[in-house]
């Protein structure tokens, strides 16, 4: 006799693209539309998302991959974007000076992350900035000043070794909040006049909070988005720390089916630059399958 195990799906909300990546599309397919003879670049990834990446190549724009100061000696007419993550002020320049059409697509919240570094650096403080080294929005952030001290982990918070007692630590916009946690503490300790501001962007930690919830009644979960996407990978890090069977999916293809047969209540949360459709449609899948 064989035992039937009835598989229920649950999505998690919220899914699909957050503000700033919509925003971010939107520019690019308008000046598609307002520039219809131009060149359009965009200066990397607009959004960390191999699907979104195709339709903007559909829509004939140039998506640059190699380093954009490097990128920008090759483009001499037509139109730049900057992407969502930031760009740093050197390469909005070079843009400006070779007279490129320049379109600043970067998000509020990280414009508003930027802001209070800057108001931090006036204020003469020393910057923590803890974030994903080679990260656009982190390699724009350490173009401000010298004075930022990129960590990645609390390793490397350990072997910081900071003169003064003026320091502000902050964080990449699309942190996991339970990874940033043992480093404010640790710093804290270490610096106990060091001023803490937490900048996850909401779009990012709802979803962290919403999957953390359901962790004690999963028996899998998948995270749906791109591996270079830190906030997917920050999800992905959370449903690893406790669901073994946790599994981190661009598309349905790369998910073996196979071993969800025997689970029953399985989560699928997703990255904000996931489409919404890719997502709806991987859940039906799973659902028929
Ligand atoms: S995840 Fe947050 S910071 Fe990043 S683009 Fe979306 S809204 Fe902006």
Do not use: W
């Not at 080679?134 to 990645?152: D, P």
């Not at 001023?195 to 979960?221: F, G, H, P, T």
């Not at 449903?239 to 599994?247: E, L, N, R, Y």
Request: aromatic share 8%; with cysteine.
């Amino acid at each position: 006799m064989f035992l039937v195990i009835e598989m229920k799906v649950n999505l998690l909300e919220p899914y699909g693209n957050c503000i700033g990546v919509s925003k971010a599309i939107n520019k690019l397919l308008e000046a598609r539309n307002k520039y219809p003879d131009k060149n359009i670049y965009c200066l990397g990834k607009i959004v960390h998302n191999d699907n979104i990446m195709e339709t903007l190549k559909q829509n004939n724009i140039t998506i640059i991959e190699e380093e954009p100061y490097k990128a920008l000696d090759a483009i001499n007419d037509g139109v730049v974007v900057f992407p969502a993550h930031g760009m740093s002020n050197a390469i909005k320049e070079k843009a400006k000076n070779k007279n490129l059409i320049c379109i600043d697509a970067t998000c509020r919240y990280v414009n508003h992350s930027t802001n209070i570094i800057k108001e931090y650096l006036e204020k003469d403080y020393d910057i923590i900035f803890i974030g994903t080294r080679n990260h656009a929005e982190a390699n724009a952030i350490l173009s401000l000043s010298k004075r930022i001290h990129l960590i990645t982990s609390l390793e490397e918070a350990k072997s910081l070794n900071l003169s003064t007692e003026r320091l502000f630590l902050t964080n990449q916009t699309a942190m996991s909040k339970y990874d940033i946690k043992p480093i404010h503490d640790y710093l804290k300790e270490k610096y106990p006049n060091i001023v803490i501001n937490k900048e996850i962007c909401a779009m990012a930690s709802i979803r962290q909070e919403k999957l953390y919830e359901v962790l004690d009644k999963s028996d899998a979960i998948i995270v749906i988005g791109d591996k270079q996407s830190n906030n997917c990978t920050a999800l992905y890090k959370i449903a690893k720390s406790k669901i073994k069977d946790s599994f981190f999916v661009s598309s349905i293809e790369e998910l073996n089916l196979d071993l969800l047969r025997t689970k029953k209540n399985i989560y699928v949360t997703s990255g904000t630059s996931t489409p919404t459709d890719l997502v709806i449609n991987f859940v039906k899948y799973l659902e028929k399958n």
